[in-house]
């Protein structure tokens, strides 16, 4: 099992800036892709950026250019979100999966960019 704990929510202006960090600790050597998912008031949870073991990054079409996921370590994940927008206002999870399919979450945190 994999444990996961985000920080850096907050509240901000739009067109403003936001780091997300993630914790990661347990059975790291099993993970084979980290995620941040995030989910809106009334919305399905969506994936927003995956970073894949061996360098591969992939992006929601709506935070390409503007959002960009990074591996510091074994223990360390963040996302930095740049030129933020109100719709991007929602709970941002990280998540990740293992060679054994499972996937472990974080607790979330609230991003909320102000009009």
């Known amino acids: 099992q994999v444990q996961l704990v985000e920080s850096g929510g907050g509240l901000v202006q739009a067109g403003g800036s936001l780091r997300l960090s993630c914790a990661v600790s347990?059975?790291?050597?099993?993970?084979?892709?980290m995620n941040w998912f995030r989910q809106a008031p009334g919305k399905q949870r969506e994936l927003v950026a995956q970073?894949?073991?061996?360098?591969?990054s992939k992006y929601a079409d709506s935070v390409k250019g503007r959002f960009t996921i990074s591996r510091h370590s074994e223990h360390s994940v963040s996302l930095q979100m740049n030129s933020l927008k109100p719709e991007d206002t929602a709970v941002y999870y990280c998540?990740?999966?293992?060679?054994?399919?499972?996937?472990?979450w974080g607790q979330g945190t609230q991003v909320t960019v102000s009009s």
């Open positions: 998540a990740a999966n293992s060679i054994s399919g499972r996937t472990d």
């Open positions: 970073s894949i073991s061996g360098g591969t």
């Open positions: 347990g059975r790291i050597f099993s993970i084979n892709a």
